[in-house]
T-cell receptor
Framework: AQSVAQPEDQVNVAEGNPLTVKCTYS??????LFWYVQYPNRGLQFLLK??????LVKGSYGFEAEFNKSQTSFHLKKPSALVSDSALYFC??????????FGAGTTVTVRA | DTGVSQNPRHKITKRGQNVTFRCDPI?????LYWYRQTLGQGPEFLTY????????KSRLLSDRFSAERPKGSFSTLEIQRTEQGDSAMYLC??????????????FGAGSRLTVL
């Protein structure tokens, strides 16, 4: 069973609009949190991670994520989406330094 | 070094046959991981190595599965007597262990297995 939840299978936005991909993590403990993106026929690519400290984490390609402990959430955001952001996004957590637990993924489609 | 390389990219086999996948990690990375991804799901951890030592195996890894990293460089994942339920994408990743406790994994493009 996956302890990381991505409640939306699909997210559709228009180019230029804000993009949010939701993720909630396990209630127990203080995990390290990650976002990865997967393009067709390519490996998962790291976007950003949260370890500790500042709740707003900035990552690659203009993405950022906000850690919210009270809501156990780690939503991925981008202020202005591009068509090239269309991909499959995965949230992941770990309580150690070797085993990631991934969510089921959210397919993002950005229409021109 | 162009990243993590996996071969073959696709493998179609008949039930009961053995298959082997190879992973070449980023050369300076001392950790290597295998994950499995089925359609509509996120990757699931199978096993990992630090240098040549296999440090943990998931319960998902039945006795038919074996992974090796003989010289601490490339790794192989062998599945014996394949079953249709083994059909999946097998992902390899590597990382450089740091003291931060949050290693960033670099993934290969995966090896897709189809068992007929």
């Amino acid at each position: 069973a996956q302890s990381v939840a991505q409640p939306e299978d699909q997210v559709n936005v228009a180019e230029g609009n804000p993009l949010t991909v939701k993720c909630t993590y396990s209630v127990s403990g203080n995990p390290y949190l990650f976002w990865y993106v997967q393009y067709p026929n390519r490996g998962l690519q790291f976007l950003l991670k949260y370890i500790t400290g500042d709740n707003l984490v900035k990552g690659s390609y203009g993405f950022e994520a906000e850690f919210n402990k009270s809501q156990t959430s780690f939503h991925l955001k981008k202020p202005s989406a591009l068509v090239s952001d269309s991909a499959l996004y995965f949230c992941a957590e770990t309580y150690n330094d070797y085993k990631l637990s991934f969510g089921a993924g959210t397919t993002v489609t950005v229409r021109a | 070094d162009t990243g993590v390389s996996q071969n073959p990219r696709h493998k179609i086999t008949k039930r009961g046959q053995n298959v082997t996948f190879r992973c070449d990690p980023i050369s300076e990375h001392n950790r290597l991981y295998w994950y499995r991804q089925t359609l509509g799901q996120g990757p699931e951890f199978l096993t990992y190595f630090q240098n040549e030592a296999q440090l943990e195996k998931s319960r998902l890894l039945s006795d038919r599965f074996s992974a090796e990293r003989p010289k601490g460089s490339f790794s192989t994942l062998e599945i014996q007597r394949t079953e249709q339920g083994d059909s999946a994408m097998y992902l390899c990743a590597s990382s450089l262990k740091t003291g931060s406790g949050a290693n960033v994994l670099t993934f290969g493009a995966g090896s897709r297995l189809t068992v007929l």
